[in-house]
């Protein structure tokens, strides 16, 4: 052991360390088979050389690049900067890597209180941050995540990390500015105090760069400059300036998906230009937002969330699938009479509002011609007639899928009244939930399977059933079912025009009452 003297032995601890800890990598690599075997066979004889200090090339360093990259990319940020210094080859097989994930929970542990740790701490993030960017420059990187919620301490690092990311070739660029493991919409409830500036002149110098991600901060306002090689943005709890978003649709001409998450608005949200590309849209949880209008010939996709009444103008005339929450007064006959009269490509349709009433009379019966999937999320204040459903279902003769999710605790007992014949042609599949068993939810059940020569299964359930967020589908509690339940999958079937119907009734999440079907 005389090998290691006062200058050698930090290098013999750290050599050791790092064995452990790459031996710990490899053994989390499950899904190679082969990188177990190897590690296993060698872990003895890296050890032994680790602390005799003769290996120019250990056991671990004979894996093929791939899986090494693959090992090394496993590490903390800390192990995998200090590694490259462990052996001639792994500093170039870092640059094997693709994907670049630099975040500051790598070093802490999540939900501490990093970002007022002590400056030494934060000093050790950014330097490891320094040293892999001078690593790969020069190299393309496929993916890049910085994740930082201290940045507003060290802006000037963030501006020098840009111009080194700006030679790396970067195609998708994800930068954070908090650490928090909560969900966005609690985030966005808390208090994030002032978040970090950043320019959007200075992101532009990343001439490679396809898709670009920012959380948690506030886009400055800045000059007009191309940025031609965007095609994506997402943007949550991002703070924008008057006029900025308008200034960053034109510049990005070839941009296709536009996502606002939490974002801070003007209160009137306009998306439009001559050359606008765009294809896929995302207004999600804006708050503060009254007013929308969208004018963008190629859009086919538009997902919109927002607590609250709403102003629509929309041209959209290549529309084919639409998710739309909003709530106010009148908003179903607003909503199927007003916003949607000008989408004759749509297809897939997700409606769900609180409302006062549900009554809506299509301005002519094939306003809809092109639908073929409507999910219908109704909250109602009071007791609704689902009659007044059956405009709406006439409207689209083509019709292919309908789920109608009911969310209202009154009954309507309402009887006697004349349900239309109409032929519903097309539908294969209903979904019916939150269902209590009344009179006129029965009635609405029967006018489906005798109208529906095609349908092939209708499930009714209890549990009633919303979106909320991101889309994400939520399962609420069921309501009590009449005792008239016990007999409908019978009356059902004995009414029903299809030979091929199956009956599901569900009173619970966890019972199913019944199944039944014809052969």
Same mark, same amino acid.
């Not at 990598?25 to 177990?36: E, N, T, V």
């Not at 093929?64 to 990319?73: F, K, W």
């Not at 896929?280 to 010939?297: N, Q, R, T």
């Given at each position: 052991?005389?090998?290691?003297?006062?200058?050698?032995?930090?290098?013999?601890?750290?050599?050791?360390?790092?064995?452990?800890?790459?031996?710990?990598?490899?053994?989390?690599?499950?899904?190679?088979?082969?990188?177990?075997?190897?590690?296993? #066979?060698?872990?003895?004889?890296?050890?032994?050389?680790?602390?005799?200090?003769?290996?120019?090339?250990?056991?671990?360093?004979?894996?093929?690049?791939?899986?090494?990259?693959?090992?090394?990319?496993?590490?903390?940020?800390?192990?995998?900067?200090?590694?490259?210094?462990?052996?001639?080859?792994?500093?170039?097989?870092?640059?094997?890597?693709?994907?670049?994930?630099?975040?500051?929970?790598?070093?802490?542990?999540?939900?501490?209180?990093?970002?007022?740790?002590?400056?030494?701490?934060?000093?050790?993030?950014?330097?490891?941050?320094?040293?892999?960017?001078?690593?790969?420059?020069?190299?393309?990187?496929?993916?890049?995540?910085?994740?930082?919620?201290?940045?507003?301490?060290?802006?000037?690092?963030?501006?020098?990390?840009?111009?080194?990311?700006?030679?790396?070739?970067?195609?998708?660029?994800?930068l954070k500015f908090i650490c928090s493991s909560l969900p966005l919409c609690q985030c966005a409830k808390s208090n994030m105090?002032?978040?970090?500036?950043?320019?959007?002149?200075?992101?532009?110098?990343?001439?490679?760069?396809?898709?670009?991600?920012?959380?948690?901060?506030?886009?400055?306002?800045?000059?007009?400059?191309?940025?031609?090689?965007?095609?994506?943005?997402?943007?949550?709890?991002?703070?924008?300036?008057?006029?900025?978003?308008?200034?960053?649709?034109?510049?990005?001409?070839?941009?296709?998906?536009?996502?606002?998450?939490?974002?801070?608005?003007?209160?009137?949200?306009?998306?439009?230009?001559?050359?606008?590309?765009?294809?896929?849209?995302?207004?999600?949880?804006?708050?503060?937002?009254?007013?929308?209008?969208?004018?963008?010939?190629?859009?086919?996709?538009?997902?919109?969330?927002?607590?609250?009444?709403?102003?629509?103008?929309?041209?959209?005339?290549?529309?084919?699938?639409?998710?739309?929450?909003?709530?106010?007064?009148?908003?179903?006959?607003?909503?199927?009479?007003?916003?949607? #009269?000008?989408?004759?490509?749509?297809?897939?349709?997700?409606?769900?509002?609180?409302?006062?009433?549900?009554?809506?009379?299509?301005?002519?019966?094939?306003?809809?011609?092109?639908?073929?999937?409507?999910?219908?999320?109704?909250?109602?204040?009071?007791?609704?007639?689902?009659?007044?459903?059956?405009?709406?279902?006439?409207?689209?003769?083509?019709?292919?899928?309908?789920?109608?999710?009911?969310?209202?605790?009154?009954?309507?007992?309402?009887?006697?009244?004349?349900?239309?014949?109409?032929?519903?042609?097309?539908?294969?599949?209903?979904?019916?939930?939150?269902?209590?068993?009344?009179?006129?939810?029965?009635?609405?059940?029967?006018?489906?399977?005798?109208?529906?020569?095609?349908?092939?299964?209708?499930?009714?359930?209890?549990?009633?059933?919303?979106?909320?967020?991101?889309?994400?589908?939520?399962?609420?509690?069921?309501?009590?079912?009449?005792?008239?339940?016990?007999?409908?999958?019978?009356?059902?079937?004995?009414?029903?025009?299809?030979?091929?119907?199956?009956?599901?009734?569900?009173?619970?999440?966890?019972?199913?009452?019944?199944?039944?079907?014809?052969?």
């Amino acid at each position: 052991m005389c090998w290691f003297g006062n200058r050698a032995l930090p290098f013999a601890i750290l050599l050791a360390a790092t064995g452990a800890a790459i031996q710990k990598a490899i053994k989390s690599f499950g899904g190679q088979g082969k990188a177990i075997v190897l590690q296993e #066979k060698h872990e003895q004889d890296f050890v032994h050389k680790a602390d005799d200090g003769l290996a120019n090339e250990d056991s671990i360093s004979r894996l093929p690049d791939d899986l090494l990259s693959d090992v090394l990319s496993r590490l903390d940020l800390i192990e995998a900067v200090g590694t490259r210094i462990l052996s001639r080859r792994w500093k170039n097989v870092c640059k094997v890597r693709s994907e670049l994930h630099l975040d500051c929970l790598d070093m802490f542990r999540p939900n501490c209180s990093h970002d007022m740790g002590s400056h030494w701490v934060q000093f050790r993030f950014l330097e490891a941050v320094d040293q892999s960017l001078q690593l790969y420059s020069g190299q393309s990187i496929t993916y890049l995540r910085i994740s930082c919620c201290f940045m507003k301490e060290f802006e000037p690092k963030f501006t020098q990390w840009m111009q080194v990311v700006a030679t790396l070739d970067v195609q998708e660029l994800d930068l954070k500015f908090i650490c928090s493991s909560l969900p966005l919409c609690q985030c966005a409830k808390s208090n994030m105090g002032e978040l970090f500036p950043v320019s959007f002149r200075l992101l532009t110098a990343v001439a490679t760069m396809k898709h670009l991600r920012l959380l948690a901060c506030s886009l400055q306002p800045s000059f007009p400059t191309q940025f031609n090689s965007l095609e994506g943005l997402y943007l949550d709890l991002v703070h924008l300036s008057d006029g900025e978003l308008p200034r960053m649709l034109s510049s990005c001409v070839n941009l296709q998906t536009l996502r606002l998450g939490f974002c801070k608005l003007t209160p009137k949200l306009s998306i439009s230009g001559p050359c606008l590309q765009l294809k896929f849209l995302y207004v999600h949880s804006c708050p503060g937002l009254e007013e929308i209008d969208i004018c963008a010939g190629n859009l086919i996709t538009f997902s919109f969330f927002h607590n609250g009444p709403i102003k629509f103008s929309l041209c959209v005339p290549k529309l084919e699938d639409a998710r739309i929450t909003f709530t106010g007064n009148g908003s179903i006959p607003y909503f199927f009479g007003e916003v949607l #009269k000008d989408c004759p490509k749509l297809k897939n349709l997700l409606f769900q509002t609180n409302s006062d009433k549900l009554k809506y009379t299509p301005g002519k019966m094939d306003m809809f011609s092109n639908l073929r999937t409507l999910y219908f999320v109704p909250g109602m204040k009071s007791p609704p007639d689902l009659l007044n459903v059956v405009p709406i279902l006439e409207a689209c003769p083509h019709l292919e899928e309908f789920r109608l999710q009911l969310l209202c605790r009154g009954f309507n007992e309402e009887r006697g009244r004349e349900w239309p014949p109409r032929r519903l042609g097309q539908l294969k599949e209903v979904e019916f939930n939150g269902f209590h068993g009344t009179v006129n939810e029965i009635h609405f059940a029967t006018y489906l399977v005798k109208n529906a020569p095609a349908l092939e299964r209708l499930w009714i359930r209890s549990p009633y059933r919303f979106y909320c967020g991101d889309y994400h589908l939520r399962t609420g509690g069921g309501w009590y079912m009449d005792e008239r339940v016990d007999t409908l999958h019978e009356e059902l079937m004995m009414q029903a025009v299809s030979s091929k119907l199956q009956v599901n009734i569900v009173r619970s999440p966890r019972t199913e009452l019944k199944i039944c079907g014809r052969e």
